[in-house]
């Protein structure tokens, strides 16, 4: 008999990936519920909750929901605060309480976070352990941040070219491609290599998250057996190559070394765009996160957009393209068919991930 959900989750992502989001925890076999802006709720088991954990390629954070319960006055929430259990969470953690408050009399947050804390009151040790505690109006909503630093931390990624992209985003590109490395990727931008580590971590079933450790990992109620089952090593799959190139010979560099860190095999190499050409394969995928302009100066990007698309046309005819770019009209110069699939926000700056196919007979 199949063990029920235990724990109520909000498993948080980039706005604008809660879709893939909700696909991807389904296919890890939670069952979802509402999809909010910034995340999904999902009903999980302890491993799950675990598995999410290291398995999500999109997730930003896992939260655990401890209680909610109406509270329209200090007093009001430190009495629903000290109904929570919170034995099986804290032994020698620091409490670190992130509040936020809406339409709500308690709307100090200082002052909640602080009342929070005086009712957890646990001794200071070598760990944080982040409460999320959450009002509006007068419904008060505590969590429990069970990965600790944020998952697009990966663990590898030591160095930043110069304009480093988030993981998840770079994951989030290769499931809108339809990545899965059954054929070549190219990444004519590298930067630190981070689309090309990605890639090569889901083409060959790699977990994300295998080389860092998490938040429930220090709590008492923390289960070593389930974990071991859920960290299990698995063979992993066979994958063609991931070819990363950048102009900038620092780039490439910092590519290599986060390669290295992460445990995969890629082709790097110093070139430009114009110099890319094909591996051998009829069928490919061609991901990039191409300079913006105004996030590194030089050069024309419309320029830049016509010699990705002669490129494109000329050496990988039938490949599919996905790409990051802050302007679908500039893309345009590239003369690829491209569709704008989401809009998201990378370091401040709104960003369209765009998919679409080299059409052969151009």
């Known amino acids: 008999m199949a063990r029920r959900p235990t724990h109520q989750l909000f498993v948080q992502c980039l706005p604008g990936l809660e879709r893939l ?33 290291r398995e999500s390629r999109l997730a930003t954070r896992v939260l655990l929901r401890l209680d909610r319960f109406d509270a329209d006055s200090f007093p009001a929430l430190e009495r629903g605060i ?8 804290f032994d020698r953690q620091r409490v670190v309480v992130r509040a936020s408050s809406t339409r709500s009399a308690l709307y100090h947050t200082d002052a909640i976070a602080e009342r929070v804390a005086g009712v957890v009151d646990r001794p200071d040790g070598p760990i944080d352990q982040r409460v999320h505690v959450r009002v509006h109006g007068d419904r ?19 160095q930043g070219a110069k304009a480093p992209l988030r993981p998840t985003m770079a994951a989030a590109l290769l499931v809108l491609a339809g990545y899965d490395g059954s054929a070549p990727l190219i990444d004519p931008f590298c930067g630190s290599g981070t689309i090309a580590i990605e890639a090569a971590r889901l083409g060959r079933d790699l977990p994300p998250s295998v080389d860092r450790g998490f938040a429930f990992e220090h709590w008492p109620s923390f ?6 089952s859920v ?25 290599a070394a986060n390669a290295d860190r992460a445990g995969v095999e890629l082709e790097v190499a110093q070139r430009s765009v114009s110099e890319t050409t094909n591996p051998g394969a009829t069928t490919g995928w061609l991901v990039t996160n191409p300079p913006y302009g105004r996030r590194i100066a030089g050069g024309d990007r419309r320029d830049l957009f016509a010699r990705l698309g002669q490129v494109a046309r000329r050496e990988l005819p039938g490949w599919q393209v996905a790409l990051l770019a802050p302007d679908p009209a500039v893309v345009g110069h590239s003369g690829l068919a ?14 369209h991930l765009l998919v679409g196919r080299v059409d052969p007979t151009d």
């Open 21 to 53: 989001v909700e696909s991807e925890l389904r296919a890890l076999g939670l069952r979802t519920g509402r999809r909010m802006r910034g995340g999904v709720e999902a009903d999980a088991t302890t491993r799950q909750l675990y598995m999410v954990n």
């Open 82 to 89: 000290a109904r929570i259990d919170w034995a099986p969470f």
């Open 140 to 158: 008060v909503t505590v969590s429990l941040d069970t990965s600790g630093a944020a998952l697009h931390h990966r663990g590898w990624r030591d």
């Open 223 to 228: 289960e070593p057996g389930t974990w071991a």
């Open 231 to 255: 960290a299990a090593a698995r063979s992993p799959r066979d994958a063609h190559t991931v070819h990363a190139a950048d102009r900038d010979a620092g780039a490439v560099a910092i590519a």
């Open 338 to 351: 491209l569709e704008s699939r989401l809009r998201l926000d990378n370091g401040g700056i709104a960003v």
